[in-house]
């Protein structure tokens, strides 16, 4: 694993800096770096091959961030396929999201796709 696992510096909405890089669209964080411009097949609804970056690196962890109120939607069978894949989904408000990847990111091998707005 890469010893430079990327760290949230801080997140206001549409609005996150990590390791002292801001970004202003939504982004996928792996061990291996962050992948800025993160799109989404169906805008608010999270689907498998959305999720291509994050399986390549086979996480133990995945963390989503469904923005700042909520609105991206983690549909089921997106939840059986990353179950499916070995991986543990939380899904949470991604000012929530980035402090949970923070903390869990020292001990684990955790990635995270940050919705910043909505």
Known sequence: ?????????????GRITIDRKTYTSDVIITPEGVAAN???K?????HPE???AVTAVKPEVLIVGCGASGILKVPDKT??????KGIELIDLPTREAC???N??????????GLHLTC
């Open 1 to 13: 694993m890469n010893l430079a696992i990327p760290r949230i510096d801080s997140y206001e909405f």
């Open 103 to 112: 903390e869990l990111s020292e001990s684990k091998n955790v990635a995270a």
């Open 79 to 84: 939840r059986q396929w990353i179950s499916e």
């Open 38 to 40: 993160w799109w989404r």
């Open 50 to 52: 959305d999720l291509n």
């Open 42 to 46: 169906e805008g608010h609804s999270l």
């Open 99 to 101: 402090d949970r990847y």
